[in-house]
């Protein structure tokens, strides 16, 4: 269930804060998720929204974050499990660049919540779960390019095991996350990969690079400090 682009509910700016700072108590008893029955508000303007309310849990921040973003992003594990159990839309919930959950997760090197997630995902329609894991977010990116990007060979693993499909889409510049992990120099995920198509027939768009590039080109160039 989501809220048309122009009724959607501005969420309360201290729960962001509680997210920056980490404090996850704090999250929590904003969000209502814990031993407080006290009325929490989200404010908008001229629009106030009890957490009693049906729209509560789609609130988003000024960047379209919602709730879920904000758990997966500070790695609350406990938390993103109780909302995703209000909310479940807010799986494939994207924000205004159209990450999701899933990319916030795999940015910040939270595999555990990047394996919750999967688990989450595990209870869709094999289609709809496929399409969720392979969302492709402003840039063309996925989840599996976030991981790639910064290193995150756990996360990777956790994303190619739950859809080895997920490591052949490439962002709109035709990278792959396995030329972007060679190109950066993120070996542990680079080794990762290679590991992972070891006697698998893959497609070329494994291996592709931006201008008909694969990933040998990417580890040449490095090599020459290019």
Same mark, same amino acid.
């Given at each position: 269930m989501?809220l048309?682009?122009q009724?959607?509910i501005?969420?309360?700016p ?5 997210? @920056? ?30 957490r ?15 709730l879920l973003?904000?758990?997966a ?11 995703? &159990? ?9 924000n205004?660049?159209l990450?999701t ?6 940015? !910040?090197? !939270? ?19 496929k ?6 977010? @402003? ?5 599996? &390019? ?15 095991t ?23 120099g ?37 090599s020459k400090?290019?």
């Open positions: 989501e048309s682009h009724r959607r501005l969420m309360d201290d729960i962001v804060i509680a997210v @920056k700072q980490g404090d996850e108590s704090c999250f929590a008893r904003l969000v209502g998720l814990e031993d407080d029955e006290k009325e929490i508000t989200i404010d908008a303007p001229n629009r106030c929204i009890a009693n309310e049906a729209h509560f849990f789609l609130g988003v921040t000024y960047t379209g974050n919602s973003h904000l758990a992003s500070a790695n609350f594990l406990d938390l993103a499990e109780k909302i995703w &159990h209000k909310e479940r839309s807010l799986l494939a919930a994207r205004k660049i990450d959950p899933l990319h916030l997760a795999a940015r !910040n090197g !939270n595999h555990d919540m990047v394996s919750r997630l999967i688990g989450f995902s595990d209870e869709m329609e094999p289609d709809v779960m399409e969720m894991l392979r969302s492709r977010n @402003k840039n063309g990116e996925t989840a599996l &390019h976030e991981a790639a990007r910064h290193n995150c060979a756990i996360a990777a693993h956790l994303l190619i739950a859809d080895f499909g997920i490591a052949t889409v490439v962002d709109h510049q035709g990278i792959s996350p396995f030329y972007l992990a060679t190109q950066l993120s070996v542990d995920v680079v080794r990762e990969l290679v590991q992972s198509s070891i006697g698998t027939e893959v497609p070329r768009a494994y291996y592709a690079g931006r201008d008909g590039q694969t990933v040998l080109h990417a580890a040449v160039l490095r400090g290019i």
